[in-house]
Nanobody
């Protein structure tokens, strides 16, 4: 099994930055794609960004140019650098890994004040 633990969330003013981290443990050799998703109150969970084991990335249109996903395979950690944050980015951010099955972290709250 793979366990995912997110960190780095918090409260920031609009225009500010945060960096989220997601550390994987357990059977990490099984991990292929890793992603960040988010869920705002009353809304469905949505994809933010993803990165393959080879480093290919993809982003939701609403974060392109503001967020950057990266991965340190030696540390089994994926990062999400979030710049130019907006109040509408407020959500619980979840780390996801595909290991042949879906694995999710517990989530970390990001709150952007106007």
């Amino acid at each position: 099994q793979v366990q995912l633990v997110e960190s780095g969330g918090g409260l920031v003013q609009a225009g500010g930055s945060l960096r989220l981290s997601c550390e994987a443990s357990g059977s990490t050799f099984r991990i292929n794609v890793m992603r960040w998703h988010r869920q705002a109150p009353g809304k469905p969970r949505e994809l933010v960004a993803g990165i393959s084991s080879g480093g290919s990335t993809n982003y939701a249109d609403f974060v392109k140019g503001r967020f950057t996903i990266s991965r340190d395979n030696a540390k089994n950690t994926v990062y999400l650098q979030m710049n130019s944050l907006k109040p509408e980015d407020t959500a619980v951010y979840y780390c996801y890994a595909f290991t042949g099955s879906d694995r999710w972290g517990q989530g970390t709250q990001v709150t952007v004040s106007s």
